[in-house]
């Protein structure tokens, strides 16, 4: 069965590289993402087939697109398929499903191939061999990828699609950062963090567990819609274009001094990053001692540089993550609704408009997490929240 599904090319890749040469700044993502056909696997006794109903744009999409990290494209053979996020309603199972029936909701995570640990060793539809992503009509996964979607959990089903790849990547952030941390300092010496995030969709689900534990909890970044949502949920904001986005050695300072300011000469605890380039010497500067800096992206650099030395008298770890375990993923889903409610952005964008999504995305003139409506029609178990 052949249905419609958007894939990245090498040839579209080379193409608009070539179009914006004298300005690589010009690259337009959209002009990469295509609508493609894709022939579906056939159903195997323990796959689902899954109609698509909403999708979110992700950023491993534009790191495939513009070829910033490695040409994924190239390395899967010269076309993808991408799309590690969705929410879908369930049209057929295979004979030796037992999770799920014909007319269930459900989400998808993206752990690609769990280690001996549960931890992936490769993200789906990105660098894992064979994974067909879901920016499509319809596909066929493995009943382990699936999770049954919390209808009832007080969140619409555009915020339900905005969490299946960013609520595990926070949750598995936060458990870590708090972990690590408390290897150092116990509870009986210091019961409450001061917790920092930058800019983004991952960053504000982490401060939201955060303060649902609470700790206080400190947004840094340059939307102002942005920020005004976080703070109705009783996060602190921080403007980071008052520092020049860290520029210049002394914005970094004058961030500093504003921190200090705001948390008694304390400093953060915890910093979630998800930026790198100069966002990681902002957010290691302001580390508290015994912090901690946990990170799963790389936006803007992936290499960093810091003083070994000055890390080990003030006892700071720099922690990398990668993504959830699966079962850590099913332990976030029961948090939706009850501690992360996602700032979603104000258009939800028809299936003909996933590559502007993505270039929005790329151009950084959203105001939320943005979604992608797959199905024209939706199932009457979310009327109610659609
Ligand atoms: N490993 C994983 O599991 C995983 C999962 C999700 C994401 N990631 C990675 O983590 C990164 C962030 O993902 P996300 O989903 O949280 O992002 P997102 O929701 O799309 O947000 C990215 C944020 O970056 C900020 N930003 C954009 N350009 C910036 C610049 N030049 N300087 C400073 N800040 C800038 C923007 O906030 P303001 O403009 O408001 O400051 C924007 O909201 C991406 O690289 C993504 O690939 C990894």
């Given at each position: 069965m052949t249905i419609a599904a958007y894939s990245i090319t090498t040839g579209a890749i080379a193409t608009e590289a070539a179009r914006v040469a004298a300005d690589p700044s010009e690259f337009d993502v959209s002009r990469v993402l295509t609508l493609d056909e894709l022939e579906l696997g056939p159903l195997g006794p323990l796959d689902v087939r899954l109609r698509i109903l909403a999708v979110s744009a992700e950023h491993n999409i534009d790191h495939a697109a513009t070829a910033d990290t490695i040409n994924i494209a190239e390395a899967r053979g010269g076309r993808m398929f991408p799309g590690n996020s969705a929410t879908g309603e369930v049209l057929a199972v295979g004979d030796e499903v037992t999770r799920f029936s014909v007319g269930d909701i459900v989400i998808t995570h993206c752990n690609g191939g769990p280690d001996a640990f549960g931890y992936p060793q490769r993200i789906w539809?990105?660098?894992?061999?064979?994974?067909?992503?879901?920016?499509?009509?319809?596909?066929?996964?493995?009943?382990?990828?699936?999770?049954?979607?919390?209808?009832?959990?007080?969140?619409?089903?555009?915020?339900?699609?905005?969490?299946?790849?960013?609520?595990?990547?926070?949750?598995?952030?936060?458990?870590?950062?708090?972990?690590?941390?408390?290897?150092?300092?116990?509870?009986?010496?210091?019961?409450?963090?001061?917790?920092?995030?930058?800019?983004?969709?991952?960053?504000?689900?982490?401060?939201?567990?955060?303060?649902?534990?609470?700790?206080?909890?400190?947004?840094?970044?340059?939307?102002?819609?942005?920020?005004?949502?976080?703070?109705?949920?009783?996060?602190?904001?921080?403007?980071?274009?008052?520092?020049?986005?860290?520029?210049?050695?002394?914005?970094?300072?004058?961030?500093?001094?504003?921190?200090?300011?705001?948390?008694?000469?304390?400093?953060?605890?915890?910093?979630?990053?998800?930026?790198?380039?100069?966002?990681?010497?902002?957010?290691?500067a302001v580390a508290a001692r015994q912090g901690v800096n946990v990170s799963a992206g790389w936006q803007l650099s992936q290499v960093v540089e810091y003083n070994s030395t000055l890390m080990s008298v003030k006892q700071i770890t720099i922690d990398h993550a990668h993504y959830e375990t699966v079962q850590g993923a099913e332990a976030a889903t029961a948090l939706y609704g009850q501690v992360f409610r996602p700032t979603v952005h104000d258009e939800v964008y028809a299936w003909e408009d996933l590559p502007r999504a993505h270039q929005e995305m790329h151009q950084n003139t959203q105001t939320g997490i943005p979604i992608i409506r797959v199905a024209d029609e939706l199932p009457a178990t979310v009327a109610a929240i659609s």
């Open positions: 539809a990105y660098d894992a061999p064979d994974s067909v992503g879901w920016y499509a009509k319809e596909a066929v996964v493995g009943e382990w990828q699936l999770i049954a979607a919390p209808l009832d959990c007080g969140l619409t089903l555009w915020e339900i699609a905005a969490l299946p790849l960013r609520a595990p990547t926070a949750y598995h952030l936060w458990r870590r950062a708090l972990g690590i941390y408390r290897l150092k300092v116990p509870y009986e010496r210091q019961a409450r963090l001061n917790v920092l995030g930058f800019g983004g969709g991952v960053s504000e689900l982490f401060l939201q567990l955060a303060r649902s534990e609470g700790h206080r909890a400190f947004y840094c970044a340059g939307s102002a819609t942005r920020r005004a949502e976080l703070e109705a949920g009783g996060i602190e904001t921080i403007d980071q274009t008052v520092f020049n986005r860290f520029h210049e050695r002394a914005d970094v300072k004058a961030f500093s001094e504003e921190c200090k300011a705001r948390t008694d000469g304390v400093l953060m605890h915890a910093v979630c990053d998800m930026l790198r380039g100069p966002v990681f010497g902002a957010g290691l």
